[in-house]
């Protein structure tokens, strides 16, 4: 450790840490850094000059102009002033070895009548580098799943139904009688039960309107069918002539809206909701909006797969969602590049 007056077993105490650590003054000047930081700071670009000793660390973050490092020196200034710590901040830096991730985590203390700030900091580029990667993956397979989906939904559609609708009509000319006929009955009502399933299950896999009318109207159908259902009042303001587009993003906010409406049913309580299609500028918005209890507070918001789910499909069409607590309730709203019809 390096400094002047922390007493030893602190020194190695801190030492031992792989954070970098430096214990900043009231005035945000590096009075003491650890190993870890003594190391790290050889690597700035242009290094730090002794480690950074005698620095103004919140000057000197203010002086690097990005606003991420802003967002960190008023974070600092912040506890200084005695704001309740710990200040956590993720930010990306750009040293000469390429850019970095860093998690700040502040901490204020007093110490024999004088304010200090603990600043640890640890490379976290790993970790973003595995999540982007992660999101990616998981795009790429709801995406594969999306066109796996429709393609055994054409089959069914196309294929099986179509044979059974041949079989039930060859049954249906049979002349038979006594027995045998009470048999063709029966063998009748089954294929009819079985043409009905296999229509719903393809139709839930991925619906002909998409393919056929485009998003709008396939929202449209969907939204009234699943209002029916529930018994939800539903406001639907979709334009009749909203323009057909790329068949991903049509899906990518179609399934939005499956899930947008499905959470408005299972938790928000609220008997009545809006769902919008409308094009901005160069951008599709969808707006799902309810007037239900709002959003948990806290991690509990991001429990579910739905959202998640949400968030990678837009992603994937270079899209992004926003979910607010609305006053009553919760407004959604998915956005996308309008892209027309491939
Ligand atoms: N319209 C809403 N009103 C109130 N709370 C909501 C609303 N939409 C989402 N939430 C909250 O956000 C959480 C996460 O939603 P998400 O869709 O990710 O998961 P889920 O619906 O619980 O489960 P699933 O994975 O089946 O979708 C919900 O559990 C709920 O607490
Ligand atoms: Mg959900």
Sequence with gaps: MSE??????????????????????????????????????????????????????????????GSETSEAAAGLRGLLAGEVGPFRHEYQMDLASGPLWARMIATRISSNGRTLVIVAQEDITVQRHAQAALGRATAALLHAEDDERRRIARELHDGTAQYLTGAKLMLGAMK???????????????????LEEIRSLSYV??????????????????????????????????????????????????????????????????????IGLRLAGEMVLLSIRDYGVGLPDGA?????????????????????????????????????????KD
């Excluded at 190993?35 to 290094?47: C, E, R, S, T, V």
């Design 205 to 274: 896999m991925h619906p002909p309107a998409l393919e056929e009318t485009g998003l709008g109207p396939a929202i449209r159908q969907m939204a009234e069918g699943f209002a029916r259902r529930t018994g939800l009042s539903l406001q639907i303001d979709i334009a009749d002539d909203f323009p057909k587009m790329a068949r991903r993003t049509e899906v990518a906010l179609y399934r939005v809206a499956q899930e947008a409406l499905a959470n408005v049913h299972r938790h928000s309580g609220s008997p009545r909701a809006a």
């Design 4 to 65: 002047g007056s922390a007493s030893g077993l602190y020194e190695v105490i801190l030492d031992t840490v792989t954070a970098n650590v430096a214990i900043l003054n009231a005035e945000g000047e590096i009075v003491a850094v650890n190993d870890a930081w003594a190391q790290f700071a050889a690597f700035n670009a242009p290094p730090l000059e002794n480690h950074g000793l005698g620095l103004n660390y919140i000057a000197f973050c203010d002086s690097l102009g």
């Design 300 to 340: 509990s918001a991001t429990s579910g797969v739905g959202l998640a789910g949400m968030r990678l499909r837009l992603e994937f069409v270079n899209g992004h969602i926003s979910l607010t607590s609305a006053f009553p309730g919760v407004l959604v709203e998915a956005w996308a590049p309008f892209q027309p």
């Design 176 to 194: 038979v009688e006594g027995r045998a006929e009470k048999v063709r009955v029966e063998i009748e009502a089954l294929l009819v039960n079985a």
